[in-house]
């Protein structure tokens, strides 16, 4: 059966929920292919001598407070939609809401296999350094956020490792570490300046009032044909969701898909990224400037596998951090990589068609970052894999460059960007002052 037949036309706008197979559609033929192609670090004699991967958990079950908005959806649907079309009547006939509160966001099954696969792509993209023997050796260290769906999702990691290398009796350990992995949990600047800040977020609640979000809530009232003030904005992002859940969890192009065109899932995908940018991009500094501790940590490893090298031998080859799409983000928003020209705002999606901040290619289910470090003929090397391909560190024009100079680019970074100093709390005059 072709693997395509089954996907909805929207597939590639769902945002945080969607899934990594949309990024690398390659994977859908073959979910173990690798492109070992891509690590050439375009120099000679060079030789991978550390990895250090910051991956977000697989595909999870919804969080209750969706669940409990597809649940009214539903009902809605039930109660009042008139079914002229066959996926409408599908809906009301055929499909059940089996979505319990209890499943907050756990790792679904598809999850497991997320990390297992991943796994053992990385180590065939680095067998010199994901190997069974460094595996026995200690040498691969696993660090994770303490929620379920991450200490789950490493524990996937490190079966996909074992079946890999047909190995049952090494008894695998990792750290929880929320510190590094949950930083926006603990800086208070940012829980009282953005989470708990409705301000904070104006955008995003200025867009849920635009002509595009009405145009979309309309649409979907005359297709159920129900009152326009039944469809509020948080009942089509549930059956947004219900599409997207369908196809990550089940595969399944769902029925609730026929609700919503490409430029319908235009708008929505805009909504997630607004979200997105001002809680964890862009939008406020401290969103950024909150992940510093896991900035310093990831280049005092560099650092250290660096020295060691020196003297032949690295102690830690590898590093493995399991965390979520909000400890990914401001990371990535810390280091520069895709920061548009104009803010992302209510007003603006005409303009930011073409935005380089669009969550549905950057951190789908089991999105990674991987930092590759290079013992080169002329010098040590640094190259960055996001979602395993390349991507050039910003205003560095070279795939691999010398580990040097991107410290040299991070330089006001590598000696500043304290944590307890950005997250202490001082109330500021205005959201944007954040
Ligand atoms: O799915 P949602 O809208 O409930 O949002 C999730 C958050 O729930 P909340 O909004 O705080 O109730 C959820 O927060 P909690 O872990 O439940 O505290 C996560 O932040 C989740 O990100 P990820 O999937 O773990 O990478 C969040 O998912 P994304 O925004 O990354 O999709």
Not at 223 to 250: M, N
């Amino acid at each position: 059966k072709d693997v395509n037949s089954n996907i909805p036309a929207i597939a590639n706008y769902f945002g945080t929920k969607g899934r990594y197979e949309e990024v690398n559609p390659h994977l859908l033929d073959d979910i173990l292919s690798v492109n070992k192609s891509i690590l050439k670090p375009g120099c000679t004699g060079c030789t991978a001598v550390h990895v250090t991967a910051i991956i977000r958990h697989g595909t999870r079950f919804p969080t209750s407070k969706n669940i409990r908005r597809m649940q009214r959806l539903y009902d809605l649907v039930l109660n009042e939609a008139v079914a002229t079309d066959t996926w409408l009547n599908d809906i009301k006939t055929k499909w059940h809401m089996w979505y319990t509160d209890d499943m907050d966001g756990k790792l679904v099954k598809k999850g497991r296999d997320d990390h297992r696969h991943l796994a053992v792509r990385l180590a065939t993209l680095f067998p010199s350094l994901i190997s069974e023997e460094n595996l026995r050796n200690g040498r691969i260290r696993f660090i994770t956020s303490s929620k379920h769906r991450c200490v789950d999702s490493v524990v996937a990691f490190q079966e996909g490792l074992l079946n890999l290398w047909k190995v049952a009796e090494v008894g695998l350990g990792h750290k929880i570490n929320d510190e590094l992995m949950r930083f926006f949990d603990q800086c208070q600047r940012f829980i009282e300046g953005v989470e708990n800040n409705k301000t904070a977020l104006e955008q995003v609640y200025l867009f849920k009032d635009s002509a595009e979000m009405k145009r979309v809530q309309m649409k979907m009232a005359d297709q159920l044909q129900v009152p326009y003030s039944h469809i509020t904005t948080d009942l089509v992002e549930a059956a947004f969701f219900l599409c997207s859940y369908e196809l990550a969890i089940k595969s399944l192009n769902s029925p609730w898909c026929n609700l919503f065109d490409e430029t319908d899932a235009q708008v929505l995908e805009y909504k997630n990224d607004l979200k997105q940018y001002w809680k964890r991009g862009y939008g406020h500094d401290i969103n950024r400037k909150s992940s510093c501790t896991l900035f310093h940590d990831l280049f005092n490893r560099l650092d250290r596998a660096a020295h060691e090298i020196r003297f032949g031998h690295v102690s830690e080859a590898v590093t493995i951090q399991v965390g979520h799409a909000e400890t990914l983000l401001p990371l990535l928003a810390l280091m520069g990589f895709f920061r548009d020209e104009m803010p992302l705002t209510a007003d603006n999606l005409d303009m930011q068609r073409g935005r380089t901040f669009c969550t549905s290619r950057i951190v789908p289910y089991a999105a990674n970052l991987v930092f590759v470090l290079y013992d080169c003929s002329e010098g040590l090397r640094l190259q960055f894999l996001l979602n395993e391909k390349p991507l050039n560190f910003p205003n560095i024009n070279h795939s691999a460059p010398l580990y040097g100079t991107v410290r040299e680019a991070y330089g006001e970074l590598l000696h500043g960007c304290n944590f307890e100093k950005e997250c202490e709390l001082h109330i500021p005059n205005h959201a944007n002052e954040l």
